[in-house]
Nanobody, 123 residues
């Protein structure tokens, strides 16, 4: 079973940058989706960025478009989230998720989740 594991979170000041990493063990190549979600304190989990692993197409939420970039490694089982121009509203637990058969924004479609990595942005 595919199991994501995140790393790279931390604390930064407003305007700073961070790169999150996620490696999926037990990965089988295909029309998979690697996704980043986040959960701010007291709020529901929301989608941030998606990448379809076989063709490399990406999608972003409006709140991060133009500031965050999702990419994958050569081995396809690793996904990165480059986050620039961070602000306090980006403070959240960030989760990597995996699913087979295409990318969607709906959280319930993702069956494999990492434990999360905390990002804290101070003003």
């Amino acid at each position: 079973q595919a199991q994501p594991a995140e790393s790279g979170g931390g604390a930064v000041q407003s305007g700073g940058s961070l790169t999150l990493n996620c490696t999926v063990s037990g990965y089988t190549p295909g029309a998979n989706c690697l996704a980043w979600f986040r959960q701010r304190p007291g709020e529901e989990r929301e989608g941030v960025a998606l990448i379809r692993s076989d063709v490399g197409t990406t999608a972003y939420s409006d709140s991060v478009k133009g500031r965050f970039t999702i990419s994958q490694g050569l081995a396809k089982n690793t996904v990165y989230l480059q986050m620039n121009d961070l602000g306090p509203d980006d403070t959240a637990m960030y989760y990597c998720a995996f699913k087979v058969a295409g990318c969607y924004w709906e959280i319930w479609r993702y069956t494999n989740w990492g434990q999360g990595t905390q990002v804290t942005v101070s003003s």
